[in-house]
Structures are given as structure tokens and as C-alpha cells.
């Protein structure tokens, strides 16, 4: 090949390299624009915590980008990071954690969110004094932040408790009490031995929180997190039998004080600073409360005729124990999906997966993969702008654009999220509002982030505009 020749493919190269990278910044600054207003509609904008990436400090180095579990949450833009695909964030952190100058903070996802998320300080105190909200209650989603949550706030209470001038301990009352034994009450229970308070842990169901409610073999993805009285637990990626199989081990050499099948119903705080906490069961008397109380509450019903056959269930747990069914699976969530393939890949099921939307919107990547899949092998049917009407002993009816369709049924797994426990904190006079999530990234990030604050207060401090 001559040089010219060579020169002229070399420049058809270059070419084509330059417009697949504009066409693919272009699609870019798209998506971009388009998070950004939906993050505002709160349409498909982010569902809860999410990167607010600060452009001044970016400096382009694309480690948020790399570091994502999700995909393509954020993407470069012009040599900053940008928001692409809000929605998949379901608050990992990670970017936070890797940014080298602390440019990002992890925020709710808009002052509506935030409105329904209680108020707490940046060491979890809600509005009522020594009363704490760990996990994701609070606000952040995933095990690991409720581990360190409940680890982190245990160290606070240890602190007041030690400092000079504290109220001494009383007969009946507890240093600390815990509700909820999801990993943030674990993790704080742990960390109570650990500093020898006096703590009592309790929970409406089993230990595990809604770990222990996930499917069975579900793959959990966690990150390296110090879990208390063991260690570094450094596993990311373990079965949800393993995850809970190593909770039980460690909680049971730690001696775990703990009452299972017991509910709070009420928390009382005294004029002498004590709380009453009433329960299913009794009352007991604690100096701190930690709330762990998860967000996934009840299961939300949708008040469709005969949803209260037994049939009709809101969790699956087990779905190798239903074979040769016919089963509806209701609602387009993760959940719904992740049960409606586990229940078709059993032998025999006929599984049909009715969502009240006409597309998938907010799932994960690899359910999005996984369901198209399963929908190709026939393993499982969805039928999108569906919604049902009634449940029969022996079929469903549902509306399909506008028509009804009575298919037969033998279960339906009805997965339309929860009821989060809102009405028992505003019961028990816990404040809502704001807050900014910015415990997250590295110590570096952190100091960064705090004295960039401590500047602005500064320059808007009155002494300074003086
Ligand atoms: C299907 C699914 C898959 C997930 N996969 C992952 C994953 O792979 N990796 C990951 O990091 N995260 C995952 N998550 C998120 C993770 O499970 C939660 O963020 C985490 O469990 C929150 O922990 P928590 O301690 O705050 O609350 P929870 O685990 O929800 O525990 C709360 C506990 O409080 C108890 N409780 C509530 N109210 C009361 C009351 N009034 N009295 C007594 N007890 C009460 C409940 O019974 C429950 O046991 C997933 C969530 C779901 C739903």
C-alpha cells in the first residue's frame, strides 16, 4: 500500500472515530438534559439517593463513571461527569466513595423525597433527642450503609454516655433500644456488645430484616464493610443463605439479646429524658432509641375484589415449592420480575406477569437482559397495560387496554411495594424534611467537602459581609 493510500484510510479511520464519539456525546448531553428534567418532574427521575455531582470540582477523571454496579448511571460530558440514567441509581455510593476531589455528594432525589424522609442530624438524631434512625429508613438504600449506620451511631451514643455530666444509668432502663434486626439493628446491636451497653433488640418478624425476606439463592451484592465484634467482612457478591447464615453464626457467638415476634407500637419519651417503649408484648424503658425499621413496612394491597383468598400472597420466598401452577405475578418492578422468572423457571408453571405500564421503566440492567430472555423462551408472558380486577378461586380477571381477559389462575404474587412506616414516625412525633446524604466518599473527599462548606459559611456569615 502506498502512502497515500494509506494516508487516506488512516483519515477515513479517524473520521468515523470522531463521529461515533460525537454521535455518542451527543446521545450523552441527550440523555443529560433529559434526567435533568425528570429528576425535576419526577417522572423517571432518580428514585432515591442519587449523585449530585458538583461540575466545578469535577476534574474529569471518569472513576464515577467506571466504578458504577448499575451501568450507565453517569457518563462524561464536555470533561465533567453528568447524570444520565438517574432511575439506576439505587444509591451504592461508589462514586461518591472513588471521587478523588469530593465532587460528589449523594442527595435524595427531590424536596418532595426528602419530604417524606424524616429529619435526621449528620449523626442520625432524629428531631426528638437521642432518638435514631438507621438504615434505610433514613433515607440510603443498600446493607452496607445500614451497617455502618448502626455501627457508627452506637459509637455516638457510646460517646454521650461516656462524656462527663451524662445521666447515669438506671434500674429497668436500658442504655439502648433497638427495633428492627435488618442489618443496621444487627449492626448496631454487634456494636452495643461491643462497647458493653445495655441493649435490647426486637423485631415484628425473624432476624435478617428484609434480607431474610429476599428470594431464596438470591444473589446479594454488598461491598467490604467493617461489621462489628468480626471484623472486614469482604465478600461483594454471596447467596442471601450465606449472607444470613454468617449473621446467625456471628450474632450467636456474640451472645445476640433479642426478642423476635415482637412489634412496637408506640415510643414514649418522659419528662425525666427516659423513653417508654411499648410492644406486642410489654413496655420497656431505654436512655436511646434506635429506629432500624427498614423501609419495605407492609406490603401495599391494591383493594381488588378477592385479594384476601389465600392465594393472593405479597412475597415469595420459596419458588421452587410451586411446580405445574398457573401463576399471576402483578406489578413491573424488580421484585415482580425477579419473581415472575423465578416462578417460570420451574417445571411446568404457566407464568403470567401483568404491569399496569406500557414498558419496563425502572429495573435494573440485568433484569431488563434477563426478563426479554425469559419473555423469548416463553418462561414467562407479560402483558403490559394490564390491570386486575378481580381474583376468582380458579382464574383472574384482568383489564387489558380497556378489555377484560379472564385467564386461569391457581396463585398470584402481588408486588406493588409498601407501605413505608411513615405513619408511625409522625405517630410517635418524628420531624420530616431535608437532609443532605453527605457522609458518603472517601476521608480526602469528606475534609474536602467540609472545608468547601465551612468557606461558603464564611463568605455568607454576616460578620463577613460586614
Ligand atoms: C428484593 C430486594 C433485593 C435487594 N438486594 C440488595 C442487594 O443485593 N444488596 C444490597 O446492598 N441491598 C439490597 N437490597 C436493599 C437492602 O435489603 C436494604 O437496604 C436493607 O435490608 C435495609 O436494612 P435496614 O436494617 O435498614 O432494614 P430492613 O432490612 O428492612 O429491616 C427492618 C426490620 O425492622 C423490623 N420492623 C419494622 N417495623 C417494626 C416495628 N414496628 N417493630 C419491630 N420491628 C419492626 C422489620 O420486621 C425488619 O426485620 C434489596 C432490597 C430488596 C427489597
Redesign the pocket.
Given at each position: 500500500m502506498d502512502t497515500f493510500t494509506a494516508f487516506i484510510l488512516a483519515a477515513i479511520v479517524i473520521g468515523l472515530l470522531v463521529r461515533g464519539y460525537l454521535k455518542k456525546q451527543k446521545k450523552i448531553e441527550e440523555l443529560a438534559r433529559a434526567a435533568e428534567e425528570k429528576g425535576k418532574l419526577r417522572s423517571d427521575g432518580p428514585q432515591a439517593q442519587h449523585p449530585h455531582i458538583d461540575t466545578t470540582y469535577c476534574i474529569g477523571c471518569a472513576a464515577c463513571t467506571m466504578i458504577c454496579p448499575e451501568g450507565d448511571v453517569l457518563a462524561m460530558l464536555g470533561g465533567k461527569a453528568v447524570i444520565v440514567n438517574g432511575y439506576k441509581c439505587?444509591g451504592?455510593s461508589l462514586c461518591a466513595e472513588v471521587c478523588p476531589v469530593g465532587a460528589i455528594t449523594m442527595v435524595l432525589a427531590s424536596p418532595s423525597m426528602g419530604g417524606d424522609t424524616p429529619y435526621l442530624t449528620p449523626e442520625n438524631e432524629t428531631t426528638i433527642k437521642n432518638m435514631f434512625i438507621?438504615?434505610?429508613?433514613?433515607g440510603?438504600?443498600?446493607?452496607?450503609?445500614?451497617i455502618n449506620?448502626?455501627r457508627e451511631c452506637i459509637d455516638n451514643i457510646a460517646n454521650r454516655i461516656a462524656a462527663p455530666g451524662s445521666p447515669k444509668s438506671a434500674p429497668g432502663v436500658h442504655d439502648v433500644f433497638i427495633?428492627?434486626?435488618?442489618?443496621?439493628?444487627?449492626?448496631a446491636s454487634l456494636r452495643a456488645i461491643e462497647k458493653k451497653l445495655n441493649y435490647l433488640t426486637?423485631?415484628?418478624?425473624?432476624?435478617?430484616?428484609?434480607?431474610?425476606?429476599?428470594?431464596r439463592q438470591?444473589?446479594?451484592?454488598?461491598?467490604p464493610v467493617e461489621f462489628p465484634t468480626y471484623g472486614k467482612f469482604k465478600k461483594t457478591e454471596l447467596s442471601k443463605e450465606d449472607l444470613m447464615a454468617f449473621w446467625a453464626k456471628v450474632l450467636q457467638r456474640a451472645d445476640f439479646k433479642f426478642h423476635h415476634g415482637?412489634?412496637?407500637?408506640d415510643v414514649k419519651k418522659g419528662e425525666d429524658g427516659i423513653f417508654t417503649i411499648t410492644?406486642s408484648k410489654g413496655q420497656h424503658r431505654a436512655q436511646n432509641v434506635i429506629l432500624?425499621?427498614?423501609?419495605?413496612?407492609s406490603p401495599r394491597k391494591l383493594g381488588v375484589k378477592g385479594e384476601e383468598l389465600p392465594k393472593v400472597m405479597y412475597r415469595l420466598i420459596e419458588a421452587d415449592h410451586y411446580i405445574n401452577k398457573k401463576i399471576l405475578v402483578v406489578g413491573g418492578g424488580?421484585?415482580g420480575i425477579?419473581a415472575a422468572m423465578g416462578l417460570g423457571h420451574q417445571v411446568g408453571n404457566e407464568v403470567t406477569l401483568s404491569y399496569r405500564k406500557e414498558a419496563f421503566s425502572r429495573i435494573k440492567e440485568r433484569n431488563s437482559i434477563r426478563i426479554e430472555e425469559c419473555i423469548r423462551k416463553g418462561k414467562v408472558k407479560v402483558i403490559f397495560n394490564s390491570i386486575p380486577v378481580e381474583f376468582k378461586e380458579k382464574s383472574v380477571l384482568l383489564e387489558v387496554n380497556g378489555k377484560r381477559e379472564e385467564i386461569p389462575n391457581d396463585y398470584v404474587w402481588i408486588f406493588a411495594g409498601g407501605e413505608p412506616?411513615t405513619a408511625?414516625l409522625k405517630k410517635i412525633g418524628v420531624g420530616f424534611g431535608n437532609q443532605d446524604l453527605t457522609s458518603t466518599g472517601s476521608k480526602e473527599a469528606k475534609q474536602a467537602k467540609a472545608e468547601r462548606k465551612a468557606a461558603l459559611s464564611e463568605v455568607s456569615s454576616p460578620a463577613a459581609v460586614g
Open positions: 439505587i451504592h438507621v438504615g434505610e429508613l433514613g440510603l438504600a443498600l446493607i452496607k450503609n445500614a449506620q448502626g427495633v428492627g434486626a435488618g442489618p443496621g439493628g444487627i449492626a426486637v423485631d415484628e418478624g425473624e432476624m435478617g430484616g428484609t434480607v431474610a425476606k429476599y428470594p438470591k444473589l446479594v451484592m454488598t461491598s415482637e412489634k412496637v407500637e410492644t432500624a425499621l427498614g423501609k419495605s413496612g424488580d421484585s425477579e412506616p408511625f
